[in-house]
């Protein structure tokens, strides 16, 4: 669901070149790596399965899995029949389709559903009262059409739209909304009728049947089972479930819209919308090993999954995975040949010279828009951290200005000119990223970041909320890690010797103390709440 149309933001194993192995065979390598759950891969009309399902004797292709972003291509899609259908056209603004919604700006109300598909639009990529009464566990299940319309009513835009394109989550589950307005049907009602109906995708549903959760792998993040997600107002986003011979099916209309009852709407969804190339309504292009791709993935919080197809050979790729620590791109490489190929390490830099390198350094790709590298100086150690993600230590190799990430394994080169460090680029997954150093002063966090392993200690444990309900605190690359019964484990980030953040969510862990200075409980800070969860 956070993923994004073109390879992940988030870090992951570089590669070096190695043979080429099937997807099956490169998804069995991969699911060793799995604490839990397993992977269903689909290349072409050839299914197989790898790691450890809790459920047997359901054969890969119909097991089933959430299929998150992947669920924005089927709002595209709804949206290109609505236009075929001459109900609107790309080019309808979204204030003809909310009846009397007054806006602060009405800069908003001329986003256009074409701006919406294509990530135009200009909103931000999870409206600002999601976390209103939300839980971690299922971040979308409260947010019904009156939350929508509140955060419609009270945002503000920088300029007319359209903009560059900018992953929106807010932005194609506002579209799905606006189709559910339109024909006085639920998301899910409209998807049946006009998509997964006429392409007998008879097991691409959100309510599941009671034969579909027998079916459905059991999410987890990490060794941790969690829960599914639910979604309201905002399931044009992200609320499908799917298995993988469905997922076939649709690639297959995709790449052959001619042999399908839905031909002029997949022709027009397939398009390229975007100045940049690389989104059309709401489906992504993009390229990578010498392959024009259409295609999105998708994650939940005890999922990811992958579609891809490529026109010109009308090839076809689907990965579904029932946990959260694997990145189904991380299969596609290693399928292409690609194998782990870290540089050598050099020498321990001094306090001195690591000075050159701190700062914070803007990416320059569009598709990035506002995205940033803060790179960090304590003592002996340089750390650094993508925008919302945590800090980790970069390690000097035997190159100049050139460091590696262990955890990992991602490469980063530091740029000169006239002698002074004025760039770096993140080297991975043949991928180089360039990002430009500013003069913005480093965040306050920094002064407390990362933090290490000896001063972690007294923070780490359990402290029980509620009766069946505790916060985990661990530590990992340079910050503590917190989790909450059946939910992922978290950074959180010190902004102060005993509060630390969350950048995922808008909540705040703070620690108390007894008067001989020993932490005795955290205090959760959510929604203007505080609850106590005593040390165990």
Do not use: C
């Amino acid at each position: 669901m956070f993923f994004k149309l073109v390879p992940a933001l988030l870090l992951f194993p570089f590669f070096g070149i190695a043979q080429e192995v099937s997807l099956a065979q490169a998804a069995e390598e991969l699911s060793k790596q799995l604490p839990a759950g397993g992977i269903v891969t689909a290349d072409g009309a050839e299914f197989s399965e790898s790691g450890k399902f809790k459920a047997t004797g359901i054969p890969p292709e119909k097991r089933l899995f959430e299929i998150g972003s992947i669920s924005k291509v089927f709002t595209g899609l709804l949206l290109t029949q609505a236009v075929v259908e001459e109900k609107v056209t790309l080019d309808t603004p979204i204030s003809t389709l909310l009846g009397d919604l007054k806006f602060k700006d009405p800069r908003v109300g001329k986003i256009t559903l074409r701006d919406l598909a294509s990530h135009t639009s200009g909103l931000p990529r999870l409206p600002g009262n999601l976390w209103n009464g939300a839980s971690l566990a299922d971040p979308y299940a409260h947010y019904d059409r009156a939350s929508l319309d509140q955060a419609l009513a009270s945002l503000q835009l920088a300029s007319d739209p359209p903009y560059d394109s900018s992953y929106s989550n807010l932005g194609v589950g506002l579209l799905g909304d606006l189709l559910s307005r339109l024909y006085g049907k639920s998301w899910e009602d409209l998807v049946h009728e006009k998509v997964t109906s006429p392409l007998k995708m008879r097991d691409t549903v959100v309510t599941l049947s009671a034969d579909q959760k027998k079916r459905l792998a059991q999410p987890h993040a990490g060794a941790k089972v969690v829960s599914s997600w639910q979604f309201k107002s905002l399931a044009g986003a992200g609320a499908l479930g799917s298995t993988a011979v469905d997922m076939i099916t649709f690639a297959k209309a995709l790449v052959e819209p001619e042999k399908t009852p839905l031909e002029s709407a997949i022709k027009l969804l397939v398009k390229s919308r975007s100045a940049d190339g690389k989104h059309g309504l709401s489906l992504g292009h993009y390229s990578g090993y010498g392959e024009q791709i259409m295609g999105h993935n998708g994650g939940t919080g005890g999922y990811r999954s992958q579609l891809e197809v490529i026109p010109a050979t009308k090839a076809i790729r689907v990965i579904l995975i029932n946990n959260t620590t694997l990145d189904p791109s991380l299969i596609i490489a290693r399928a292409k040949g690609e194998m782990p190929n870290l540089p050598k390490p050099g020498r321990a830099l001094s306090p001195e010279k690591l000075a050159e390198y701190p700062g914070v350094y803007l990416i320059e790709a569009a598709a990035l828009k506002g995205s940033k590298f803060t790179v960090i100086q304590k003592g002996d150690e340089l750390w650094g951290k993508l925008s919302g993600q945590s800090y980790l230590r970069f390690h000097s190799t035997e190159k100049a200005d050139h460091f590696a990430i262990k955890e990992v394994e991602a490469e980063y080169q530091f740029g000169r000119e006239d002698g002074k460090i004025t760039s770096l680029t993140l080297l991975q997954n043949g991928q180089k990223i360039l990002s430009r150093r500013t003069d913005e002063a480093l965040p306050e966090e920094s002064k407390n970041l990362p933090i290490s392993k000896e001063e972690a200690a007294e923070y780490l444990g359990s402290y029980q909320l509620a009766p069946q309900l505790k916060f985990t605190v661990t530590f990992a690359s340079g910050n503590l890690m917190a989790s909450l019964t059946g939910q992922p484990s978290l950074p959180v980030f010190r902004k102060s010797k005993d509060r630390f953040e969350y950048q995922a969510v808008e909540a705040a862990l703070e620690f108390e103390r007894n008067k001989a200075g020993k932490i005795t409980a955290l205090k959760l800070h959510q929604n203007g709440a505080i609850q106590r969860a005593p040390k165990k």
